[in-house]
């Protein structure tokens, strides 16, 4: 008996580990066979078609660099990259502040906190077409609010937001903090939750200050999921292109142009998809290169 | 059983998914369950379009063994979205030519089936305006339905007994300044004009005589003067409003906030159409487009509209005897019932078009349409999309005061000839 359980025990095993290899691969499938058809061909694709010269229709003819070259003598290329820059420079810490401090905030037992949240969450699952449509009407230059606000206040002249070359890029980066910040708040505040209260009585006792606390023991508790929301506004920062088409569509001028913008504007209203996709590449290389700076710095603060 | 559904389930999930990414590019048979062959065109909003759902009743009923089916794409994604089909493969038969510059582009890449043997086979090429703006070295790819061409609007009851009949833009200056009335909310303002480019500049090339893919730009500079100075004046709603609002120049007519509005004749129809559904109490009229020179000469610019066949068309043939029956005369009286302007044209045509309900037919209505030389919106060339995305952006620092006239003028100057090699 003991002798017959030993010699089927290993092939019914293999039998169930086989069946559930099979399960589990069920499972994944439908959404491998997703990611590879929507994301992972198109992208190694894009890599091919930058070094052609492909108008969407005719045979792709190779052209190795030209694509690259043109780029570096491209005005466009550089406006938008530098629009990029300055919109992720505003964007990232004012958002990291903003959402940081509610949360720091609304993690105190309030009356009313869970409304809060809420109303400071409810931007982040608004449509961004309606967000934009309704930050275009508060911020018209004449008959907007904003700028109503800003007269009976004393400012005579208030600026032009989304029609000032000076201001169109501050205006967007405000709107698009206004909607984000709800969002990185529920992050912070689920890391608020993982730092231990008993931390916090050790440094009341030994006589922290409330700065004192924020920075000894709320800013390195909060370390990770600083990390993780920086990396993730960093994307999302450098891949920026919703709000602008709907809020500026990149001017006035191509002083909100931005690299999403000149890559959809170079493959589809052009017609360049070659040209097009090498500038995705360079957006890709670039992301990737500061993503991984700030794996980096993390890593080397961590030690 | 219920197990093997848990385990069958997702994978027949994964084929699913799989085979509808397969089918992605347009998929169906090419037939109607009732054995009539089917004829897909792309077109732009459908419902509040008249002329398109008037055209497929019209072929219909002419050959009931059709079926015409619109694929219908909002307005402003249409040349994006038409571009994304045909680069996907798209069997779409019918493809509308919203405008000529992206015509071209699909003509020289050779995604429109050749239409020369249909032209060579028309009786009297000079009844259809606009033909030979598709002329592509001696080939046609398409054959225009519509040509519209630009004239002045206006409100019967806040113009009054002003002449907008002979207007130069220096009187028009004058009048909008005249009637514009009120403050706040309750302003009147004596025009409108639209955020579009061409309000200035395509006005200026054809009245001046300027091309706009030239590189030499000063031609606009006084265009530009008018326009700022009806605006400083306070007499349209501000340039940098009208963008940021999105505001519609149908809105500020229709609502009786501006007087007068330069606008394309295809908005007769629109505002025909309103009118009949009540939603428009405007009693309006067309005047001829306002001119540089008083020499009694009116000088427009325009747009035709064409029907073109998909080379990879599933019903081709079918789809050719759409756009020339859509394109000649039988499409024209079509046309000419809902307020649209066709491009065929005879005295027929004309007696029709002015004799729908709620059109304005005074001697000024009736002038406005026959000017004596209507020029394309913006010349053929595969620098077209490029130079008018660069004539736009500065268009827009001039009007919106962040530039001055000639430093904006130099600027185009400067970046059509380094940037559009």
Redesign the interface.
């Known amino acids: 008996m003991t002798t017959v359980t030993t010699r089927t025990a290993p092939a019914a095993t293999r039998r169930r580990r086989r069946r559930n290899a099979?399960?589990g691969w069920?499972?994944v499938?439908?959404n491998l066979?997703?990611f590879a058809?929507?994301t992972l061909v198109p992208v190694a694709g894009t890599f091919v078609v930058a070094f052609t010269d492909w108008?969407?229709?005719?045979t792709p003819k190779w052209v190795g660099l030209a694509n690259f070259r043109r780029m570096r003598h491209?005005?466009?290329f550089w406006t938008a990259l530098q629009n990029t820059c300055w919109y992720a420079a505003g964007h990232i810490p004012l958002t990291l502040a903003a959402s940081l401090g509610l949360a720091v905030l609304l993690n105190q037992k309030l009356r009313g906190v869970g409304i809060l949240r809420t109303a400071f969450f409810f931007p982040y699952v608004t449509s961004l077409v309606a967000v934009a449509?309704v930050w275009?009407?508060l911020?018209?230059?004449?008959?907007?609010p904003v700028n109503q606000l800003l007269r009976h206040l004393g400012w005579s002249h208030p600026p032009?937001?989304?029609?000032?070359?000076d201001w169109s890029l501050p205006a967007l980066i405000a709107t698009s903090v206004w909607r984000d910040m709800g969002y990185y708040m529920v992050l912070f505040l689920a890391g608020l939750q993982t730092i231990p209260a008993e931390l916090y009585e050790a440094a009341r006792m030994d006589g922290a200050g409330p700065w004192a606390r924020f920075r000894h023991v709320t800013m390195p508790g909060l370390r990770p999921t600083t990390f993780f929301v920086t990396v993730m506004l960093t994307i999302s920062s450098f891949k920026v292109f919703d709000l602008v088409q709907v809020m500026t569509e990149?001017?006035?001028?191509?002083s909100t142009l931005v690299l999403s913008q000149l890559i959809f504007?170079e493959g589809?209203?052009?017609?360049r998809?070659g040209y097009s996709s090498a500038v995705s590449l360079a957006l890709f290389v670039i992301v990737l290169a500061v993503t991984l700076a700030q794996f980096q710095i993390q890593r080397r603060s961590e030690r | 059983m219920r197990m093997t559904t848990t385990r069958l389930l997702p994978v027949a999930l994964a084929a699913t998914l799989f085979g509808a990414a397969a089918c992605g590019s347009g998929g169906g048979s090419g037939t109607t369950s009732d054995g009539r062959t089917v004829v897909k065109i792309a077109l732009w909003n459908y419902q509040t379009t008249p002329e398109f759902k008037a055209l497929i009743d019209g072929f219909e009923a002419k050959y009931p063994k059709i079926d015409v089916q619109p694929v219908d794409i909002l307005a402003d994604d249409y040349p994006d979205k038409v571009t994304t089909m045909l680069a996907g493969g798209d069997r779409t038969d019918v493809l509308t030519m919203k405008n000529v510059t992206d015509y071209a582009r699909y003509a020289t890449r050779g995604q429109l089936l050749p239409l020369t043997g249909s032209v060579a086979g028309l009786p009297d090429k000079s009844a259809y305006a606009g033909l030979a703006d598709y002329d592509l070295g001696g080939q046609y790819y398409a054959l225009p339905y519509r040509q519209d061409f630009w004239v002045l609007f206006y409100n019967k009851k806040l113009v009054g007994d002003a002449d907008v009949s002979h207007l130069t833009w220096s009187g028009f200056d004058s009048l909008a300044k005249q009637l514009t009335t009120g403050s706040g909310a309750s302003k009147t303002y004596g025009t409108y004009l639209h955020t579009w480019r061409s309000v200035v500049q395509a006005v200026a090339s054809a009245q001046t005589g300027g091309d706009l893919l030239g590189g030499d730009y000063g031609w606009m500079k006084d265009q530009y003067g008018i326009a700022l100075d009806v605006q400083k004046a306070g007499a349209t709603l501000p340039f940098a409003t009208a963008s940021s609002q999105k505001t519609t120049y149908d809105s500020q007519f229709t609502t009786g906030k501006a007087a007068m509005v330069p606008m394309g004749t295809w908005w007769a129809a629109a505002l025909l159409a309103e009118k009949a559904e009540g939603k428009n109490p405007v009693d309006w009229g067309m005047a001829p487009l306002p001119q540089t020179t008083a020499d009694g000469k009116t000088v427009t610019f325009g747009s035709p509209t064409a029907f073109a066949v998909n080379k990879k068309a599933r019903n081709a043939d079918a789809a050719k005897q759409f756009v020339e029956w859509a394109s000649g005369p039988q499409g024209a009286a079509v046309l000419a019932k809902v307020g649209l302007v066709p491009s065929y044209h005879d005295s027929s045509v004309t007696s029709t078009f002015f004799g729908v309900r709620g059109m304005p037919t005074d001697a000024a209505s009736r002038q406005a349409m026959q000017p004596s030389k209507v020029q394309l919106e913006m010349p053929v060339s595969d620098k077209s999309s490029d130079i008018d995305q660069i004539l736009t952006e500065e268009h827009e620092l001039v009007m919106t005061g962040e530039k001055s006239v000639d430093a904006g003028i130099k600027e185009m100057d400067h970046r059509v000839k380094t940037e559009v090699q």
Do not use: C, E, K, Q
């Not at chain 1, 108008?55 to 005719?58: A, F």
């Not at chain 1, 032009?160 to 070359?165: C, L, P, R």
């Open positions: 099979l399960i069920s499972f499938l439908p066979l997703g058809a929507l108008d969407s229709y005719s491209d005005d466009n449509v275009n009407m911020l018209s230059p004449d008959i907007g032009g937001w989304t029609t000032s070359t990149g001017g006035p001028g191509r504007r589809i209203t052009h017609g998809f």
